[in-house]
């Protein structure tokens, strides 16, 4: 089995509470003997994957295997062509590098529900949407690449992993997903 879930945000990609005040998948009943593929943050919002299938992992998440995932991220200021293409390059987070990506401000800009609680707003300050396409996913990686290059992450939004997009799926919701849905999990 596998399923695509829209994770709303303040919850966390686990299903034992850590002590901390966010939500659990617990939450949301899903069968028993599934278990998430990868990780989104609390902070984070998005397509989460959860399986009872414990191969996927080693299909799905190695860096190895160049599987793509997109994330869109509200990021404080408009970066610059060369603010793109340095994130593009890799950059170097903890003292290591991140692996070269797809780097782009979106255009049109994208209409996106707003979130609860709402991110912070700056009259002063611009916010715009890039979209990072990523092969691997360190902690919290997304936020820390846009921040290396000075434009913080506001928000941030896992909208596709393989060809499987997020498109309706609302916050909350989750679906079985048949052959055609599971082959664009897997295409890249």
């Known amino acids: 089995m596998l399923l695509a879930f829209h994770k709303p945000y303040g919850v966390l990609s686990q299903f034992t509470p850590d002590g901390s005040r966010h939500r659990t998948l617990g939450e949301f009943g899903f069968p028993k003997g599934v278990y998430p593929i990868g990780r989104l943050d609390a902070e984070s919002e998005g ?3 959860l399986s009872d299938e414990q191969e996927l992992n080693a299909r799905l998440l190695p860096p190895s295997r160049r599987h793509v995932r997109e994330y869109w991220a509200q990021v404080e200021r408009v970066p610059t062509v060369e603010a793109l293409a340095q994130l593009a390059a890799g950059v170097v987070i903890g003292g290591m590098g991140t692996l070269p990506c797809v ?3 979106l255009a049109p800009q994208p209409e996106v529900p707003p979130r609860i ?3 912070r707003f700056r ?5 715009v949407w890039i979209s990072l396409e990523l092969v691997e996913g360190k902690n919290h990686q997304v936020r820390r690449m846009t921040a290396a290059i000075g434009h913080p992450t506001l928000r941030l939004i896992r909208v596709r992993i393989g ?9 909350g919701e ?10 664009q999990v897997f295409r890249s």
């Open 174 to 183: 989750v679906v079985e997903l048949g052959p055609a849905a599971r082959a």
């Open 163 to 171: 060809e499987l997009l997020l498109g309706k799926l609302q916050a």
């Open 123 to 127: 009259k002063n300050v611009a916010d």
């Open 47 to 49: 397509l989460l994957l």
């Open 103 to 105: 780097a782009r401000l």
């Open 117 to 119: 609680p709402p991110i």
